[in-house]
């Protein structure tokens, strides 16, 4: 089992955002569906993503296929929350 530290990651980073749709109830649905779809070291890298979205820009446009992985992981992660979470 993960630290407590380590849990709900994407959650708090989708309410600490400035996004008018991240609702408690919203972000709480994300983090769901995250645990679903990513690992807790993906969620760690995403969470990043929520301040700065650059860092997605850039592991998208990297060349390694661990990070292609990844892509393909956080893609699927956002269409799975997108039709659960909408």
Not at 8 to 36: F, G, N, P
Not at 37 to 51: G, M, N, P, Y
Request: aromatic share 6%.
């Amino acid at each position: 089992m993960a630290p407590i530290a380590d849990a709900a990651q994407i959650k708090r980073a989708c309410l600490a955002s400035d996004r008018s749709a991240a609702t408690r109830d919203r972000c709480s649905c994300i983090q769901r569906v995250a645990d679903q779809a990513l690992t807790r070291s993906d969620q760690k890298t995403v969470s990043k993503w929520f301040e700065d979205p650059h860092q997605a820009q850039e592991l998208k446009m990297s060349q390694t296929a661990r990070d292609d992985a990844l892509w393909d992981r956080y893609q699927n992660f956002g269409q799975m929350a997108q039709a659960i979470c909408s």
